[in-house]
C-alpha cells in the first residue's frame, strides 16, 4: 500500500494519487487518468474502469467506479472515448452491465 499523496509512474506520465480515504477534491484526476491508460495502450485497445480507480487507490479503489463511470460518461458525451459493451459503443447514459472504455472519434491522446 502507498502513502496518500504518493506518485504512481506510468510509461507516459505521473499521476498523483489522492489520499485513499475521503472523496476526491479534483475530479478531473479521473479524467486524466483514464486518458493516460488510453494512450498507453494500442489505439484500438480498451481498458476496464476498474483498471482507472486501481491506478488511484490501491485500497478502498471500488469506491472510485461510479465516479469512474460519470467521467467516463462525460468523456464520451463529448467523443473522446468510447463506452463499450461487446465491442460496440452504448449510450454513455444508458447501459447495464461491464463495460470497456476505448478512444473514441475525437481522441486527442
Not at 485513499?20 to 479534483?26: A, I
Not at 447501459?95 to 476505448?102: C, Q
Request: glycine content about 6%.
Amino acid at each position: 500500500m502507498r502513502p496518500a499523496g504518493t506518485q504512481v509512474l506510468f510509461t507516459t506520465s505521473i499521476v498523483t494519487r489522492p489520499p485513499s480515504h475521503g472523496k476526491l477534491e479534483d475530479m478531473s484526476i479521473i479524467a486524466d487518468t483514464i486518458r493516460d491508460l488510453l494512450s498507453q495502450r494500442d489505439p484500438d485497445k480498451t481498458i476496464c474502469p476498474s483498471e482507472v480507480a486501481r491506478a488511484l487507490r490501491d485500497d478502498d479503489w471500488r469506491d472510485l467506479m461510479d465516479p469512474v463511470r460519470a467521467e467516463a460518461a462525460a468523456l464520451a458525451d463529448v467523443g473522446v472515448i468510447d463506452i463499450t459493451q461487446k465491442g460496440e459503443a452504448v449510450d454513455p447514459h444508458n447501459y447495464a452491465g461491464p463495460i470497456r472504455l476505448r478512444r473514441g472519434p475525437k481522441w486527442d491522446g
